[in-house]
Nanobody
Framework: QVQLVESGGGLVQAGDSLRLSCAAS????????TGWFRQALGKEREFVAG????????NYADSVKGRFTISRDNAKNTVYLQMNSLKPEDTAVYYC??????????????????WGQGTQVTVSS
């Protein structure tokens, strides 16, 4: 059973930065595409950023390109989301997710096999 544990959320002001972490159990990254989703209050969950299982490809939502960077540390089984130039519209619960079918499937979100519990990010104006 894959377990994903997010951390690093908090309350920041517009323009600030945050780094989220997702610690995964086992050799998750070699099997699954891994990434981040977010869900704002009253809205559907949306894809933010993701890695292929090989780590050779990344994908970002248009709304975060140039501001957010996904990275991973294989030795620590941890995926990070560095979020810069945060905006109030980035306010959401951020979830870590994995999909065995690959990065393109992960981006769609319909076949995600495991979700983390989520971490709240609040950006004040």
């Amino acid at each position: 059973q894959v377990q994903l544990v997010e951390s690093g959320g908090g309350l920041v002001q517009a323009g600030d930065s945050l780094r989220l972490s997702c610690a995964a159990s086992g050799r998750t990254f070699s099997v699954y595409a891994t990434g981040w989703f977010r869900q704002a209050l009253g809205k559907e969950r949306e894809f933010v950023a993701g890695f292929s299982s090989s780590g050779s490809r990344t994908n970002y939502a248009d709304s975060v390109k140039g501001r957010f960077t996904i990275s991973r540390d294989n030795a620590k089984n941890t995926v990070y989301l560095q979020m810069n130039s945060l905006k109030p519209e980035d306010t959401a619960v951020y979830y870590c997710a994995v999909d065995r079918l690959g990065l393109q499937s992960l981006r769609v979100g319909a076949r995600v096999e495991h979700w983390g519990q989520g971490t709240q990010v609040t950006v004040s104006s």
